[in-house]
């Protein structure tokens, strides 16, 4: 079953950091760009970066460029998120998504939560 | 960046009705648009992809269409299950970006 799964979420504190983990299975990872999309709690989707597939080339929205990084591990077939110098817009749920070679983010995981508070 | 609307917000319907949804890119987007179904408490799936194309095991009622800046996702026969809020998603160019979102009850 081709699968992903968010793990690291929790509650961090204004000006803190989190690092994401997204464990893959049922596919071949390396060949498939990654991204990572948030939902603040009752609002819509928004996208947040992206990695190509050998983890050279990636991608952020503006509202996270600088703070977050993207990077992969494709020995373990595990995609990351590093957050720094969190805000409180950043409280979300954080999916790890799959992109199916521009036919659309086609696997999602169940999401993990990040909420930012002090 | 290109900037998606869609409209209405939200709509109910009974079950049976057709309904449609729209979705309007800020610049032309050619066909790269796809359509995700959000159920409540649930991650979003991917419904149809380059406008038209139905995902793998998405039901036949769903439709999408248009080109350019114009598109629709149709539901020719509303079912309970549906019940969800739909987001539609450009992937021309980056930053990728998504609809607002129409959200489907059932009267």
């Known amino acids: 079953e081709v699968q992903v799964v968010e793990s690291g979420g929790g509650l961090v504190q204004p000006g803190g950091s989190l690092r994401l983990s997204c464990a893959t299975s049922g596919f071949t990872f390396s060949s498939h760009w990654m991204h990572w999309v948030r939902q603040a709690p009752g609002k819509g989707l928004v996208w947040v970066t992206r990695?190509?597939?050998?983890?050279?080339?990636?991608t952020y929205a503006d509202s996270v460029k600088g703070r977050f990084t993207i990077s992969r591990d494709n020995a373990k077939n595990k995609l990351y998120l590093e957050m720094t110098s969190l805000r409180a817009e950043d409280t979300a749920v954080y999916y790890c998504?799959?992109?199916?070679?521009?036919?659309?983010?086609?696997?999602w995981g169940t999401g993990t939560t990040v909420i930012v508070s002090s | 960046d290109i900037q998606m609307t869609q409209s209405p917000s939200s709509l109910s319907a009974s079950v049976g009705d057709r309904v449609t949804i729209t979705c309007r890119a800020s610049q032309s987007i050619s066909r790269y648009l796809n359509w995700y179904q959000q159920k409540p408490g649930k991650a979003p799936k991917l419904l149809i992809y380059?406008?038209?194309t139905l995902q793998s095991g998405v039901p036949s009622r769903f439709t999408g269409g248009g080109s350019g800046t114009d598109f629709t996702l149709t539901i020719s026969s509303l079912q309970s299950e549906d019940l969800a809020t739909y987001y539609c998603?450009?992937?021309?160019?980056?930053?990728?970006?998504f609809g607002p979102g129409t959200k489907v009850d059932i009267k």
């Open positions: 998603q450009q992937s021309d160019s980056l930053p990728l970006t």
């Open positions: 990695i190509n597939d050998v983890g050279t080339t990636s």
């Open positions: 998504v799959r992109d199916s070679h521009s036919s659309g983010m086609d696997v």
């Open positions: 380059a406008a038209s």
